[in-house]
């Protein structure tokens, strides 16, 4: 009996990056392209109009992230699968698209046949996370999770902004902003704020846009 053939939509803003994946496929006899996007809005469109089996979304998009665009397309339909395939390895980047719904996530050095066998395997229901990517998130599962609030004042503080210009952006006291320093230092494990700007950066909790 012949196997169905696997329908995926592949999501990546780099052009030539993205032709390299589609290109991966054109001699498949039993995976096929059915949509390409170039941002995450785009994704949200195409999975819409195509329902393809599977999803190679990549993480930092325009208009949408890639973790948006699960989130969105999910809401809509909960048994989309979704893989991430990024060059992003910093464990909250981890941590935010496995919550979101992703099935697994990708480096982009890997092998062609590690995308096939991954997309087989996610497309078969099951969850896939190479060793290294499921370390990570173990780690970041032990550790508190930023709040909201948190992650408006690490935004600012990465921007350079003193306390009382955060207080003023927030609407909030200076001792407030304080006390959010001091929570987000313990979280981060950090001492001061330039370790935590550091740390944010590193683990993936904002980008320098």
């Not at 230092?185 to 001061?192: A, P, Q, T």
């Amino acid at each position: 009996m012949k196997s169905k053939c696997i329908r995926l939509l592949v999501v990546d803003d780099h052009p030539l990056f993205r032709a390299g994946v589609v290109g991966m496929f054109i001699a498949s006899p039993d995976i096929e392209v059915v949509a390409e996007a170039e941002d995450g809005a785009e994704a949200v469109v195409a999975y819409r109009q195509h329902r393809p089996d599977v999803v190679l979304m990549d993480l930092r998009l325009p208009k949408l992230s890639g973790v948006e665009a699960t989130l969105q397309i999910r809401r809509e339909f909960p048994d989309c699968r979704v893989i991430v395939l990024t060059t992003y390895d910093a464990d909250e980047d981890i941590f935010r698209a496995i919550q979101a719904g992703a099935k697994s996530y990708l480096l982009k050095d890997v092998t062609q046949e590690e995308i096939q066998t991954t997309i087989h395997a996610v497309f078969e229901g099951r969850q896939v996370l190479p060793p290294e990517v499921a370390g990570t998130l173990a780690e970041r599962m032990k550790r508190k999770a930023i709040t909201d609030r948190e992650l408006e004042v690490i935004k600012l503080l990465v921007r350079g902004r003193s306390n009382k210009e955060i207080g003023s952006d927030l609407g909030i006291t200076e001792r407030t902003v304080r006390f959010h320093l001091q929570s987000i230092f313990e979280k981060l494990g950090v001492l001061d704020r330039t370790q935590a700007a550091v740390e944010s950066l590193r683990q993936g909790l904002v980008q320098i846009e």
